[in-house]
């Protein structure tokens, strides 16, 4: 039996499915929207919000003991992580609330708080928060699911605790020493962020570069910035089994060349990846079928292969990033609600990973535009040539730009450098504008801001060596 029938279903408060949920009631078509715990999704509960507060401390931390360099004198740092992990907190229960009030006073939105799973192809049922079950349908379901951390497939003794991007973020004292598994973002931005709180930092890299989607030169300049900040990094190397030991844990690694090293830790960080939330949804009740790891296809208007289900943010395959799941909301308003057409076929993913400095992507790699067998130009400048960054002293980092050979378009950057997601940012525009690169070559910016540095790295383009 059902008990609701709606227009709309959408699975997931997060930064897609929430916003969606809101248009659809707007519009006046009667919506359902479902969330298992917190509204406003992993950006706001355990991603973007409560990681990027933490590292702003870091950065303090980081300056005040730079403080000399300056010539201003601050004495000693320490660090209270009681209240670091408090002001992380505050900020996310005041941008967890502030979702939570914008669902409330939206009429027409029914906010259901429990687990959902399919029993038919849009038929829901919902084990409820509070007891009992509810069982809904509507016209069109849209899953915002999301992911979650994935867990070490390891052998893990009794009595150690291996921690995730969620739970290390509860952490009430600094590490002695952090072992991070894992060598993306998520690895790299809290290994930084401990490291900079005072922890000895190691990271575990299984391949021979960090950040697999960066070109070689971009991955190996991030390398050096860590190891400077005094990260150990262990490449090639994948863990085998963590065992107790008198500092907490002894996490065994295995080399490609087959031996064996034991690295003897506080705490253990897994940071190799995440898995979709699709196992509890009982897909298969929609005739939805899941790609190898679980994830949801879709065609480019975010339509499953079944007709009026659609499946937005992280769920997807494709880039996990908060602006992306949020795009993907106005996708499918814009064809739902408004009788556009857009796709995400037409559409920019830039990326910020924010290690210090940062590092901004938008765009093609190098490597990318090889494996496309385009001809293409690249400039590189490293930030010790910008004014700013010399001015600040913040001149680790470098900057590298591709572009058509033909056409003068812009095909991609990378900028690794004090404020570089601000930079790369810049570089999209003109990317969306669809100028030509000379645009920024000859553009007249303010002295002495960084985007000065694009009169110069457009101004040295040169053929890849082949």
């Given at each position: 039996?059902?008990?609701?029938?709606?227009?709309?279903?959408?699975?997931?408060?997060?930064?897609?499915?929430?916003?969606?949920?809101?248009?659809?009631?707007?519009?006046?078509?009667?919506?359902?929207?479902?969330?298992?715990?917190?509204?406003?999704?992993?950006?706001?509960?355990?991603?973007?919000?409560?990681?990027?507060?933490?590292?702003?401390?870091?950065?303090?931390?980081?300056?005040?003991?730079?403080?000399?360099?300056?010539?201003?004198?601050?004495?000693?740092?320490?660090?209270?992580?009681?209240?670091?992990?408090?002001?992380?907190?505050?900020?996310?229960?005041?941008?967890?609330?502030?979702?939570?009030?914008?669902?409330?006073?939206?009429?027409?939105?029914?906010?259901?708080?429990?687990?959902?799973?399919?029993?038919?192809?849009?038929?829901?049922?919902?084990?409820?928060?509070?007891?009992?079950?509810?069982?809904?349908?509507?016209?069109?379901?849209?899953?915002?699911?999301?992911?979650?951390?994935?867990?070490?497939?390891?052998?893990?003794?009794?009595?150690?605790?291996?921690?995730?991007?969620?739970?290390?973020?509860?952490?009430?004292?600094?590490?002695?020493?952090?072992?991070?598994?894992?060598?993306?973002?998520?690895?790299?931005?809290?290994?930084?962020?401990?490291?900079?709180?005072?922890?000895?930092?190691?990271i575990v890299q299984r391949s021979d570069r960090l950040l697999g989607?960066?070109?070689?030169?971009?991955?190996?300049?991030?390398?050096?910035?860590?190891?400077?900040?005094?990260?150990?990094?262990?490449?090639?190397?994948?863990?085998?089994?963590?065992?107790?030991?008198?500092?907490?844990?002894?996490?065994?690694?295995?080399?490609?060349?087959?031996?064996?090293?034991?690295?003897?830790?506080?705490?253990?960080?897994?940071?190799?990846?995440?898995?979709?939330?699709?196992?509890?949804?009982?897909?298969?009740?929609?005739?939805?079928?899941?790609?190898?790891?679980?994830?949801?296809?879709?065609?480019?208007?975010?339509?499953?292969?079944?007709?009026?289900?659609?499946?937005?943010?992280?769920?997807?395959?494709?880039?996990?990033?908060?602006?992306?799941?949020?795009?993907?909301?106005?996708?499918?308003?814009?064809?739902?609600?408004?009788?556009?057409?857009?796709?995400?076929?037409?559409?920019?993913?830039?990326?910020?990973?924010?290690?210090?400095?940062?590092?901004?992507?938008?765009?093609?790699?190098?490597?990318?535009?090889?494996?496309?067998?385009?001809?293409?130009?690249?400039?590189?400048?490293?930030?010790?040539?910008?004014?700013?960054?010399?001015?600040?002293?913040?001149?680790?980092?470098?900057?590298?730009?591709?572009?058509?050979?033909?056409?003068?378009?812009?095909?991609?950057?990378?900028?690794?450098?004090?404020?570089?997601?601000?930079?790369?940012?810049?570089?999209?525009?003109?990317?969306?504008?669809?100028?030509?690169?000379?645009?920024?070559?000859?553009?007249?910016?303010?002295?002495?801001?960084?985007?000065?540095?694009?009169?110069?790295?457009?101004?040295?383009?040169?053929?890849?060596?082949?």
């Amino acid at each position: 039996m059902v008990d609701d029938r709606f227009e709309l279903i959408v699975i997931g408060a997060g930064q897609g499915g929430g916003p969606l949920a809101g248009a659809f009631a707007q519009a006046g078509r009667r919506t359902a929207l479902i969330e298992r715990e917190h509204a406003g999704g992993t950006c706001v509960n355990t991603g973007c919000t409560p990681t990027k507060t933490m590292i702003a401390s870091g950065r303090v931390a980081y300056l005040a003991r730079r403080g000399a360099d300056y010539g201003v004198n601050t004495g000693d740092v320490s660090v209270n992580m009681e209240v670091v992990r408090q002001r992380k907190r505050d900020i996310v229960e005041m941008f967890r609330s502030g979702s939570e009030r914008r669902i409330g006073k939206t009429e027409g939105l029914d906010y259901i708080e429990g687990e959902a799973r399919f029993t038919g192809e849009k038929t829901i049922e919902v084990v409820l928060d509070a007891g009992g079950t509810r069982t809904l349908q509507a016209e069109t379901v849209v899953i915002n699911v999301g992911e979650r951390p994935r867990p070490l497939d390891i052998e893990v003794a009794d009595g150690v605790t291996v921690l995730d991007s969620t739970s290390v973020m509860e952490l009430d004292e600094v590490p002695d020493h952090l072992v991070v598994i894992g060598g993306g973002p998520i690895g790299l931005e809290f290994g930084q962020l401990f490291r900079r709180l005072g922890a000895s930092v190691t990271i575990v890299q299984r391949s021979d570069r960090l950040l697999g989607r960066e070109d070689p030169d971009i991955a190996d300049a991030v390398a050096g910035i860590l190891r400077e900040d005094g990260i150990g990094i262990e490449f090639n190397s994948s863990p085998v089994k963590i065992t107790r030991g008198d500092a907490g844990a002894v996490v065994t690694v295995e080399r490609k060349d087959g031996s064996r090293k034991e690295i003897r830790a506080s705490h253990v960080l897994a940071a190799a990846g995440r898995i979709p939330n699709t196992d509890t949804l009982d897909t298969g009740a929609t005739g939805l079928t899941l790609d190898r790891r679980g994830y949801i296809e879709t065609d480019g208007r975010l339509e499953t292969a079944v007709p009026g289900i659609y499946a937005i943010g992280d769920v997807r395959p494709g880039p996990k990033f908060t602006h992306i799941s949020y795009d993907d909301y106005r996708i499918v308003k814009a064809n739902l609600i408004d009788g556009g057409n857009r796709s995400v076929d037409d559409r920019l993913e830039p990326y910020t990973i924010f290690i210090d400095p940062q590092l901004g992507r938008v765009g093609l790699s190098e490597r990318d535009a090889r494996e496309q067998d385009l001809p293409y130009l690249v400039g590189s400048m490293p930030m010790s040539s910008v004014a700013r960054a010399l001015e600040t002293d913040e001149t680790r980092g470098v900057i590298k730009v591709l572009v058509h050979a033909d056409t003068d378009r812009i095909l991609g950057a990378a900028v690794l450098g004090i404020d570089g997601g601000e930079l790369m940012a810049m570089i999209e525009i003109a990317m969306m504008g669809n100028l030509p690169y000379t645009a920024l070559r000859d553009g007249v910016f303010a002295h002495p801001n960084l985007s000065e540095a694009l009169n110069n790295v457009f101004g040295h383009l040169e053929t890849p060596a082949p």
